[in-house]
């Protein structure tokens, strides 16, 4: 089958070419709960950026074992071929895929918290084979079947970019009430979704804080009730929106360039800085902390049921999806569009 294979690192980010395509050998079955699936579409996420960058070498790569290796862990799809104890799914069955593979009989995975299993399996990141290809070789637990009307290019974001932004939005809308506020920093690919979300789930006034004038416009009608273009004057801006307060909870999809300081300065005492995005430290005096009594929440990626949930807002269409779509052969074109700014929403990979 065809992939796009990453072979080395670039903590610069200035080589032309990341992945190669190439022939690799088709996947097969090796559990009997194993599927393999015949990729419909997969999503080019920031975090295979970071990826190539380097980012997670130190975590997932310390004895350079992982590349070569074939990126992609937003992935739908359909079935091609399951295991002999594979019960529900049938050859040609429409399924998004869990991005984390997991075995189920570890104490996290019966408590339902998929993302922390004791030996998840993370396709293109902790494995070499990801959804940059033509076939991917998968668990039957990480399986959803999509409803009809969906179809697997329609929905392939949302196994990671869609689902982490499910899980911050589930979180805060647990605490936000009818008249208090929520700041989103980042409209982009994670943050377009986590507004429509917040809008189907919750009554809190939406704040969205962007530093592009094109990205605001676009995620403005997605759901947000006020718009603030990041120009020096932002802090104030939220402030006086929010009756000199601040929000009671505040995600950031940025994580860097001093988006940290600004969310929790932009959160209201008591309130919930949740943060998503990661590229610098968070940084707040204990005695701060401690006067203020705001929370720093991270997030990781859902869970399994979060992602069934996250597919029935998107089955009764509350939550779309804005997508740039690409040709598999196309994957370089598509990592660099996105590291230079160039994508709308999310980029996906349809072979």
């Known amino acids: 089958m065809k992939a796009q294979v990453l072979h080395s690192y670039d903590p610069d980010m200035k080589q032309d070419v990341w992945v190669k395509e190439e022939e690799v050998p088709n996947p097969k079955l090796e559990k009997s709960t194993d599927v393999i699936v015949k990729i419909g579409a997969a999503g080019v996420c920031r975090t295979d950026l970071h990826i190539i960058e380097g980012v997670w070498k130190h975590i997932q790569d310390p004895d350079d ?3 070569p290796c074939v990126m992609g862990h937003e992935n739908a799809g359909w079935v091609e071929d399951v295991g002999s104890d594979v019960e529900g799914f049938k050859k040609g069955d429409p399924v998004i895929l869990h ?3 997991s075995g189920g009989t570890c104490l996290n995975c019966r408590r339902g918290h998929d993302m922390h299993a004791a030996d998840g399996a993370f396709p293109g990141l902790n494995i070499k084979e990801g959804g940059y290809s033509e076939l991917l070789r998968t668990g039957v637990r990480n399986l959803i079947k999509l409803p009809t009307v969906l179809t697997p290019k329609d929905v392939a974001p949302f196994s990671d970019a869609g689902l982490t932004a499910y899980r911050v939005v589930k979180k ?3 605490h936000l009430l009818p008249g208090q506020s929520c700041v989103v920093i980042g409209a982009g690919g994670l943050g377009h979704i986590a507004i429509q979300c917040l809008r189907a789930m919750c009554a809190a006034n939406i704040i969205i804080v962007e530093k592009s004038q094109t990205a605001l416009d676009h995620a403005m009608p997605l759901g947000g009730d006020h718009g603030v273009l990041i120009d020096g004057n932002e802090i104030e801006r939220v402030k006086e929106l929010t009756k000199g307060n601040g929000a009671e909870a505040v995600i950031d999809f940025v994580g860097e360039h001093g988006s940290t300081k600004m969310g929790l300065d932009m959160t209201a005492n008591a309130g919930s800085y949740y943060i998503v995005g990661y ?4 940084e707040i005096l204990a005695v701060d902390a401690i006067i203020s009594e ?3 929440i991270g997030n990781l990626v859902g869970t399994w049921a979060e992602l069934y949930e996250l597919m029935e807002l998107a089955d009764k269409g509350l939550v779309k999806l804005s997508m740039q779509e690409y040709k598999l ?4 074109k598509a990592l660099h569009d996105l590291n230079t700014g160039q994508v709308k929403g ?3 990979l349809v072979p």
């Open 99 to 101: 991005p984390l593979i």
């Open 172 to 174: 805060a809308t647990r």
């Open 329 to 332: 052969s196309e994957a370089n």
């Open 65 to 67: 074992k992982l590349l």
């Open 294 to 296: 705001k929370s720093i």
């Open 279 to 282: 590229g610098e430290k968070i």
């Open 346 to 348: 999310r980029a996906v």
